[in-house]
């Protein structure tokens, strides 16, 4: 058969979602830290990071989710 180009669109998707807890993402991704700092979501070692998911961590900081999730997605996307 000929590659017709399916799975493309998959690896081009967000790979942080806003279901994650933010200690998952720091922890697949330790680069995406920086981007939280950024934003003041400094509580990565406290405990509300194991429970707190990407949303929550965006609202109680008053970011907007899409926002900070395109920022952290972008910045995992720069190490492919």
């Given at each position: 058969g000929v590659?017709?180009?399916t799975g493309v669109?998959?690896?081009r998707e967000m790979r942080i979602t806003k279901d994650m807890t933010i200690e998952e993402v720091v922890q697949q991704f330790p680069e995406t830290i920086q981007v939280f700092t950024?934003?003041?979501v400094v509580c990565l070692g406290c405990s509300a990071a194991q429970y707190d998911n990407v949303e929550h961590g965006a609202v109680v900081h008053g970011l907007d989710t899409q926002e900070l999730l395109q920022e952290l997605n972008a910045c995992i996307a720069a190490r492919a």
């Open positions: 590659p017709d180009g669109r998959e690896e950024r934003h003041g």
